[in-house]
């Protein structure tokens, strides 16, 4: 009996924290190495817990990694990231909030003008729900994927038909496999 019960709530669980992302789950895993935090920013080791964001350092916020669907937009500690087709590009608005937020956290800043190593995109920021700034590549709010948890995981990749990394020009990449 317990063993069902913690079945159907694990299942339960899950379907709530997809609810608010348009979001299907992810299959594919993702066969990319990493290796330790001396590496570049794409293959250097994270130490951020599921559901959240890395800190903002003195480093980068973003960068270029390397993945199996080519060059990528990573986060500070090489780490995807992600932009979201039902944000309106330049509203200064992000469409995730309340548990999408949970599954995919912003990307922020504590600097209106973010440092950025290798991104050619025009990058800003905007105001993100939790008071800090969430930081946008060519008008488009950035997002870290919950589930990847090491440099060079794209397992957010087309999850949901929605969901897409950014190439470092700030364009989605839609045709790259990942968490179809």
């Not at 922020?108 to 939790?130: E, L, R």
């Not at 590549?137 to 087309?158: C, E, F, R, V, W």
């Not at 364009?171 to 968490?179: C, D, H, R, T, Y």
């Amino acid at each position: 009996m317990k063993k069902h019960l913690s079945i159907g709530l694990s299942a339960f669980a899950l379907a709530a924290l997809l609810s608010g992302c348009g979001g299907a789950t992810s299959t594919s895993t993702s066969t990319a190495p990493t290796s330790s935090a001396a590496s570049t920013p794409a293959q250097s080791s994270s130490s951020a817990a599921a559901g959240s964001a890395p800190a903002s350092t003195s480093a980068a916020v973003l960068s270029v990694g390397q993945s199996s669907a080519g060059q990528i937009v990573v986060g500070a500690q090489g780490l995807s990231v992600y932009a979201f087709a039902n944000d309106t590009k330049g509203s200064g608005t992000s469409a995730c909030t309340a548990g999408c937020a949970t599954s995919w956290p912003p990307v922020t800043s504590t600097s209106a003008t973010p440092t950025v190593s290798g991104v050619t995109g025009k990058v800003g920021t905007i105001p993100a729900a939790n008071g800090k700034l969430q930081v946008t590549l060519n008008g488009m709010p950035l997002y870290y994927y919950s589930k990847d948890q090491a440099a060079g995981d794209i397992t957010g990749q087309g999850v949901g038909g929605v969901w897409y990394l950014v190439s470092p020009s700030g364009e989605m990449i839609k045709s790259a496999a990942g968490g179809y």
